[in-house]
């Protein structure tokens, strides 16, 4: 089966429900984490400025990373991320554990994958239609 990644919001809300549940996160190889108590510090790498932003980095030193501080709950979360764990599996794992309704941990996941796409954390491998 071949995927296609997707590292935009946009397209993981344009995917239908059975396509989503296949799918599988996938964290950004160039993100750094470390812990800073039960928090979880991601250091994503951002892409390099183009067009008037470019010739404007050469005057103004930007940070070429961005922050992300995940909390107990995101930090599990974000650790099923591996590239094996399918969307659909994370929600039935968060739901079973938090006494959860399907449709209440598919709200909160999706939502925190969503965000995560947002910033460049992670990536989502989406199964082609066959």
């Known amino acids: 089966m071949t ?3 997707i590292r935009s919001h946009k397209e993981l809300d344009e995917l239908d429900l059975a396509c989503l549940y296949r799918s599988v996160p996938v ?3 160039g993100v750094t984490a470390r812990e800073a108590g039960e928090h979880l510090i991601l250091s994503v790498p951002l892409r390099k400025p183009r067009g008037w932003f470019a010739l404007l980095a050469w005057f103004i030193h930007f940070s070429r990373r ?3 501080e995940l909390d107990t709950l995101g ?3 974000y650790g099923r991320c591996d590239g094996r764990t399918t969307v659909r599996e994370i929600i039935e794992d968060f739901a079973q ?3 959860l309704t399907f449709h ?3 709200l909160s996941i999706m939502m925190f994958v ?3 796409l947002e910033r460049g954390a992670v990536a989502v491998l989406v199964p082609e239609k066959s």
Do not use: G
Request: charge should be positive.
């Open 27 to 29: 964290r950004n190889e």
């Open 3 to 5: 995927k296609r990644s």
């Open 97 to 99: 554990h938090y006494k």
């Open 66 to 68: 961005h922050r992300v």
């Open 104 to 106: 209440e941990s598919r």
């Open 114 to 116: 969503r965000r995560l």
């Open 75 to 77: 930090r599990e979360v």
